[in-house]
């Protein structure tokens, strides 16, 4: 008698990939309806990374900032007069220089390597919204290593300043809690603009049985 075949066929990295891409973006938009929002705002942003990483190095080992860039799409949930909710999607290159040194034939050497790596960043944060033209972000980030997939969790806050009715210029850092793959933790400095308002709902309500 033939044995019945279990085994599966394994789903392509890719598609996994874009269909938790997906879902998160469904989320992002969701999220206005469950929390019964006053009003909605969808805008874009992007801008520079300032980037290294910290914890885990050898004593002959130096961990210096590189460049990278991010960008991405975000929406804003007006809770009330005082506080939006703020959660966002963005690509993020970072990445670090480590310097180390060594001893080769009885002589000391030098040397340094750069790494950058592509992360899915994924921050919900809690804006304040001041009476002043500056804002004020803090809340909780997931990020995704595009590469291996593999999640870290971490802290972020910042400040917007608001340029006009549609544009914001902010900064904001991002401090890893979890460790990398390699031991590590992420520290990024961002510096941005964004545009808001590409799409403005106003008085979203649940849906009420008939």
């Keep these: 008698m033939k044995k019945p075949n279990n085994t599966y066929k ?11 891409v997906l879902l998160i973006c469904f989320i992002l938009l969701a999220l206005p309806v469950v929390l019964k929002a006053q009003m909605t705002e969808v805008g874009f942003k992007g801008g520079l990374n300032v980037s290294t990483l910290w914890g885990g190095f050898d004593p002959d080992e130096k ?5 990278g860039i991010h960008a991405g799409v975000f929406t804003v949930h007006k809770l009330n007069e005082t506080f939006s909710l703020q959660p966002e999607l963005l690509y993020s290159r970072q990445g670090n220089k480590t310097t180390y040194s ?31 033209p500056v804002d004020l972000l803090a809340g909780p980030q997931l990020g995704i290593l595009f590469s291996g997939f593999k999640g870290t969790l971490g802290l972020s806050a910042g400040a917007e300043y608001q340029l006009n009715d549609h544009f914001v210029s902010g900064a904001r850092i991002n401090l890893g809690l979890t460790k ?28 009420e049985p008939l």
Excluded: C, M, W
Excluded at 10 to 20: F, H, R, S, T
Excluded at 112 to 129: A, D, F, G, Q
């Design 10 to 20: 394994k789903i392509p990295e890719p598609v996994l990939k874009g269909g938790a």
């Design 63 to 67: 961990s210096a900032f590189v460049t």
């Design 102 to 132: 060594y001893v080769s034939g009885g002589e000391s050497y030098k040397n340094s390597r750069e790494n950058r790596e592509t992360h899915i960043v994924i921050p919900v944060l809690l804006k304040y919204n001041s009476a002043l």
């Design 180 to 207: 990398t793959t390699d031991g590590h933790r992420d520290l990024v400095f961002q510096f941005y603009v964004a545009y808001r308002g590409l799409l403005n709902i106003s008085k979203i309500k649940l849906l």
